[in-house]
């Protein structure tokens, strides 16, 4: 105590704030997100999957994966016929931090062509064909695309195609308005698991329909070769 209280031996306080301690922090804050990731997979696995309808519990993943990834917004984009019966994109289902503006409310972010004069939306909708991770920071983007980022205060973005059987349904994004940012590989395998558990659901959810519609077609036939049989009668 005597040789510390001299400057002899080490100060208690700069042992706390020593670099074995700082990667500590680090490696528990990392835990402590990962753990969060996994919960909001889990949730995803017993909710979506495991649900009659995904979209009950699609929010609440959203939500979930926020938190869970601490970016400013998460976002699920669905890629369809726009109007003008060319390809368009409209954001379904989102989740927004305290401070920042949701986009599924916006009518601007509804059926938004996939062609631009300028910027990457285009080239970024061919990757997603391809079933691509889309990755870009704002110092990459340019023409409209950076008009939105600018907007909104995006720093950084990633996107996971949602792919089915048939091809690219849609997205599932992640927006940091704070920092701009590589993605780790944890936050891109969770995005990919959280990917493909919606497009099961999804596929899942138009088998069964397909399915219903099946059956009454089946019943409608049924009941019309019965009446042909009563007026043969």
Request: net charge negative.
């Amino acid at each position: 105590i005597v040789a510390a209280s001299l400057g002899l031996g080490p100060d208690l306080n700069d042992a706390a704030h020593s670099p074995s301690h700082a990667i500590t922090d680090v490696a528990l804050a990392e835990l402590g997100r990962r753990t969060a990731m996994l919960d909001a997979i889990s949730y995803a696995a017993t909710q979506i999957v495991g649900g009659t309808d995904w979209r009950a519990g699609i929010q609440e993943l959203l939500d979930r994966l926020g938190r869970a990834t601490e970016v400013s917004r998460v976002t699920l984009f669905e890629i369809h016929e726009g109007p003008d019966r060319q390809p368009a994109e409209s954001c379904r289902y989102d989740w927004a931090d305290i401070g920042f503006a949701r986009l599924s409310d916006d009518p601007r972010y509804h059926n938004i062509p996939l062609r631009e004069p300028e910027g990457q939306l285009h080239e970024w909708a061919a990757a997603r064909q391809r079933g691509e991770i889309v990755q870009a920071t704002l110092r990459d983007v340019t023409g409209e695309t950076r008009q939105t980022f600018l907007e909104h205060g995006t720093q950084a973005f990633i996107s996971v195609p949602i792919m089915l059987r048939a091809g690219v349904w849609g997205f599932l994004g992640l927006d940091d308005c704070r920092h701009e940012r590589q993605w780790s590989e944890l936050e891109i395998d969770v995005l990919k698991t959280a990917a493909a558990l919606i497009a099961g659901a999804i596929e899942r959810a138009d088998a069964d329909k397909e399915l219903r519609r099946s059956r009454e077609r089946y019943a409608l036939a049924a009941r019309g070769a019965n009446d042909g049989l009563w007026d043969w009668d």
